[in-house]
């Protein structure tokens, strides 16, 4: 979430309505605000945010990043405590109304479409949650009211999904956010089971990812500055990381549609990034199982179980032993 884009909108200049005295003080506001949300300390965001709107309170810059705030405190899709991404929701969908897509800044774009994701997400799980009720109902229940209230919450589903996709499409068409935009088109694909564009998004993604890594890699190289090089290395950390995320991701989708060749592609560069993630190695033995590379799968298995932090009594600790011959 840090940007030097974001920056610059919260530093543009306030509402010619207010006085020049607290056109001055909201500047402030705005300038302290995006200071504290890009160092992540998001309390402290919020005090100037709050000060902020007193004086504003439709001010376009910090109902942004207030929805922004909300939206990354918000708990798990699939909890149970929506309030703060209820509240994240209707401030971002609020303020993008107000203007046409053209004309808002890229992180509301994003903000507000990641919303609309996680509401979707959270729908589609309720969907899930209702056709497992009614496949165990018992006497006194009502499994058909059940299946169709599961049908209801799949069509919201689709539809949140489905306008998330159109504002990450927005961002594409501008141009802008690309890497991270990718990344949650992909996901939305997967969610919405469109395989073809799950496809193609993780192509994208996985180019500018890479193009990503490699301008901060040739930053790292010519600076001379050890703090500024210290900060290319933790965006670097957090660029690797990221894109291991996703890797796993389709991987997990290639073994789904039994695709085992783009599986393994998939882990090889996972591991060949990062030796140290022990479940990859038990999902890559599964994917050499497939495909008949029964030693090899073996090799992975006991670097799986070679985990201290492994449970014995685990399913995946009991598949790998029997697929050794333990």
């Given amino acids: 979430m840090r940007s030097i884009a974001l920056l610059s909108v919260l530093l543009a200049c306030a509402c010619s309505s207010l006085s ?125 009211a059940m299946r169709a209230e599961a049908k209801d919450e799949r069509a919201e589903s689709e539809r949140l999904l489905a306008a998330a996709d159109a504002l990450f499409a927005e961002l594409v068409e501008r141009g802008e956010l690309l890497r991270l935009t990718h990344n949650h088109r992909l996901q939305i694909a997967l969610q919405r089971g469109d395989d073809d564009a799950m496809l193609e998004e993780a192509n994208a993604y996985f180019a500018l990812s890479q193009k990503a890594a490699d301008q901060v890699r040739k930053e790292i190289e010519r600076t001379n500055n050890a703090d500024y090089e210290r900060d290319q290395m933790d965006l670097l950390r957090m660029l690797r990381s990221e894109e291991l995320g996703v890797r796993q991701l389709v991987a997990e989708e290639h073994y789904a549609k039994k695709r085992f060749d783009l599986a393994l592609e998939q882990l090889d560069r996972i591991l060949e990034a990062d030796p140290r993630r022990t479940t990859d190695y038990y999902n890559r033995g599964r994917v050499l199982l497939e495909l008949g590379r029964a030693e090899q799968a073996k090799a992975d298995f006991r670097r799986f179980l070679a985990d201290p932090t492994v449970p014995s009594n685990s399913d995946k600790a009991a598949f790998a032993l029997q697929a050794i011959g333990r």
């Fill in 20 to 144: 020049l005295e607290d056109q001055q003080a909201l500047a402030g506001y705005q300038r302290r605000a995006a200071l504290y949300f890009d160092g992540q300390r998001y309390d402290q965001a919020m005090i100037q945010i709050e000060r902020g709107l007193e004086l504003d309170p439709d001010d376009y810059k910090l109902n942004a990043m207030k929805g922004g705030i909300l939206l990354l405190r918000s708990a798990d899709a699939f909890g149970t405590d929506h309030r703060q991404l209820d509240a994240a929701t209707e401030l971002l969908a609020r303020i993008h109304d107000e203007r046409s897509a053209s004309r808002h800044e890229p992180y509301l774009l994003l903000n507000y479409g990641r919303a609309l994701q996680k509401q979707g997400l959270r729908r589609l799980g309720e969907a899930v949650r209702l056709e497992g009720q009614a496949a165990r109902a018992v006497a006194e229940q009502d499994p058909d």
